[in-house]
T-cell receptor
Framework: TQLLEQSPQFLSIQEGENLTVYCNSS?????LQWYRQEPGEGPVLLVT?????EVKKLKRLTFQFGDARKDSSLHITAAQPGDTGLYLC???????????FGTGTSLTVIP | GAGVSQTPSNKVTEKGKYVELRCDPI?????LYWYRQSLGQGPEFLIY????????DSGLPNDRFFAVRPEGSVSTLKIQRTERGDSAVYLC??????????????FGEGSRLTVL
């Protein structure tokens, strides 16, 4: 059972376009992380947001944690082929130290 | 090594057989996680260890699955009487430990299990 639903599931865009990936849940999380995974490898952390309403920017990537701590978004500006991969959100549990991953968004950026 | 190491990288077995998957976390990391991932999907939580004890095993799908971490370092995921539906990539991750759920998870490359 996965508590976090991501949309879209698949996304194929041209280089230079902008995109947004959404991560939604009916549960409240203590923190929200975003990871990127490439084929044959494990996920790699991009960012952690911990405060409701928090916005973090990493170069062309902008991450937002919803005010109610139930949802998050990832916006990529001027996508590049190197952005291709599986993007995963992960919510931190208030009880214990577990992280629950979203359903994933597979992004392909076409040169 | 410096990262999380998982062995074997690939395992092919027959339905009904027993398999063990090993995870060697980053030295000094007290928290260890097992996840299961199907192609193109997000990792599904299985079990979380803090030290030697299983702090949360609520994600284990049934009693055919069991995991241990006897010395608080290496962990083994054990699957009895394997079924074709167990085929997936099993990911292991470690982190420094309780940190208010802001700690980074460091993943291994996974063990791909195929049950024929």
């Amino acid at each position: 059972t996965q508590l976090l639903e991501q949309s879209p599931q698949f996304l194929s865009i041209q280089e230079g376009e902008n995109l947004t990936v959404y991560c939604n849940s009916s549960s409240v999380f203590s923190s929200l992380q975003w990871y990127r995974q490439e084929p044959g490898e494990g996920p790699v952390l991009l960012v952690t947001v911990v405060t409701g309403g928090e916005v973090k920017k990493l170069k062309r990537l902008t991450f937002q944690f919803g005010d109610a701590r139930k949802d998050s978004s990832l916006h990529i500006t001027a996508a590049q082929p190197g952005d291709t991969g599986l993007y995963l959100c992960a919510g931190g549990s208030f009880i214990g130290n577990q992280f629950y991953f979203g359903t994933g968004t597979s992004l392909t950026v076409i040169p | 090594g410096a990262g999380v190491s998982q062995t074997p990288s690939n395992k092919v077995t027959e339905k009904g057989k027993y398999v063990e998957l090993r995870c060697d976390p980053i030295s000094g990391h007290t928290a260890l996680y097992w996840y299961r991932q199907s192609l193109g999907q997000g990792p599904e939580f299985l079990i979380y260890f803090q030290g030697t004890g299983a702090a949360d095993d609520s994600g284990l799908p049934n009693d055919r699955f069991f995991a241990v971490r006897p010395e608080g370092s290496v962990s083994t995921l054990k699957i009895q009487r394997t079924e074709r539906g167990d085929s997936a990539v099993y990911l292991c991750a470690s982190s420094l430990g309780p940190s208010g759920n802001t700690g980074e998870l460091f993943f291994g490359e996974g063990s791909r299990l195929t049950v024929l």
